[in-house]
């Protein structure tokens, strides 16, 4: 099963929006609903930013959006911040093994 | 809010074995709505999943791992581990610790992970 794949850089400046792509195939991302999207600073715990494609965790600005169509999810991080530079990464399960994990290859994202 | 905290020696010879415990703060690892997870990242490389562990003992491991991970779990100390055999220096990486939530009978999202920990291969 191959992993995800993202963009490897995004940017934008503070205020504007910025969206990380994560492309999969009909058995995995076009599949189901089970797309998530982590945020890592380093040195820090990863952050869980968004589940099950669109669902954002208590505590996650609503700057924060994720979507998808057909095998490609999306992450929209609107009204850039400062704060928001740092690395994301999506996930999703095979279909054909709920167990199975495939990661995306990471974004990393800049704040001009 | 639960909290993970991995620990284990940070450097492992080559050809021996990488152990490692992640231990499980303000939550029970026997809950049956979780499974507990290690997932890898090698230095400037993306994130990669080792494995699963239910409460019950049940296991699932990354195909490319298989042959040379163990995870294993004891509940009376909260704690779950990560044991892989044979490693070489393409087995430095942070290794992290992570809880996955269960939705319909099967491991959905991350919510929870460790900080990480760097376990370098030396030879």
């Known amino acids: 099963q191959s992993a995800l794949t993202q963009p490897p850089s995004a940017s934008g400046s503070p205020g504007q929006s910025v969206t990380i792509s994560c492309t999969g195939t009909s058995s995995d991302v076009g599949a189901h609903n089970f797309v998530s999207w982590y945020q890592l600073h380093p040195g820090k715990a990863p952050k869980l930013m968004i589940y099950e494609v669109d669902k954002r965790p208590s505590g996650v600005p609503d700057r924060f959006s994720g979507s998808k169509s057909d095998n490609t999810a999306s992450l929209t991080v609107s009204r850039l911040q400062a704060e928001d530079e740092a690395d994301y990464y999506c996930t999703s399960h095979a279909a054909s093994n709920n167990f199975y994990v495939l990661f995306g290859g990471g974004t990393k994202l800049t704040v001009l | 809010q639960v909290l993970l905290q991995e620990s284990g020696p940070r450097l492992v010879k080559a050809s021996q074995t990488l152990s490692l415990t992640c231990t499980v703060f303000?939550?029970?690892?026997?809950?049956?709505?979780?499974?507990w997870s290690w997932i890898r990242q090698h230095p400037g490389k993306g994130l990669e999943w080792i494995g699963y562990i239910y409460y019950s003992g049940s296991t699932y491991y990354n195909p490319s791992l298989q042959s040379r991970v163990t995870i294993s779990v004891d509940t009376s100390k909260n704690q779950f581990s990560l044991r892989l055999s044979s490693v070489t220096a393409a087995d430095t990486a942070v290794y992290y610790c992570?809880?996955?939530?269960?939705?319909?009978?099967?491991?959905?999202?991350?919510?929870?992970w460790g900080p990480g920990t760097l376990v370098t291969v030396s030879s």
């Open positions: 303000r939550d029970s690892i026997s809950g049956s709505v979780y499974y």
């Open positions: 992570a809880r996955a939530r269960v939705i319909a009978a099967r491991p959905d999202y991350f919510d929870n």
